[in-house]
């Protein structure tokens, strides 16, 4: 089964709704954007037995250059794991479970980059994705790009979920 073909995860947040704009918790600091570089608080149901473990990513597929902006990708969850607070994102990753693992953003740094389109470059969406997975640890390290997360996770997606916010400057 392709990831196309899995399943649904219903994902929520306390943060923002799907296809609504992003608050200015969820917005970059670090790159001017007016905001606290925040990651969402996510919750997510519905994961299919077999389920040993999470992945959660944020992507800008409207980024200018080629193929988009990786601002967040936290694998090796926990198969119990529901949910993630607000601000797990951040750097050091103290509010994360346990062995959960942060790669680097298209930033350079291990956390969540909140949302910062270039000025006049029109809306961009900020899609928050939550993997189920047959496996407890993908075996990647915290130096690999979220890019190479995408292959690594092809032959693992038992379901997944999306929550989308938007914004521009």
Do not use: C
Request: hydrophobic fraction near 35%.
């Amino acid at each position: 089964m392709s990831r196309h073909d899995s399943p649904n995860l219903h994902v929520t947040s306390e943060s923002f709704r799907d296809g609504q704009i992003l608050p200015p918790a969820q917005r970059s600091g670090k790159m001017r954007a007016g905001g606290n570089d925040e990651s969402p608080q996510l919750s997510w149901s519905g994961a299919p037995a077999g389920t040993k473990g999470y992945a959660v990513t944020v992507f800008d597929p409207d980024a200018p250059g080629r193929g988009g902006f990786w601002h967040w990708a936290v694998l090796d969850l926990p198969a119990g794991a529901t949910s993630l607070p607000a601000g797990a994102g951040a750097e050091g990753g103290r509010l994360l479970p346990a062995g959960a693992l942060q790669l680097k953003n298209d930033g350079g740094f291990h956390g969540y980059l909140g949302a910062a389109p270039p000025p006049g470059h029109g809306p961009h969406r900020y899609i928050a994705t939550v993997y189920a997975l047959d496996v407890e640890h993908l075996g990647l390290e915290a130096g690999f790009s979220p890019a190479k997360l995408e292959a690594k996770l092809a032959g693992h997606v038992l379901a997944r979920g999306t929550l989308t916010g938007i914004f521009e400057r």
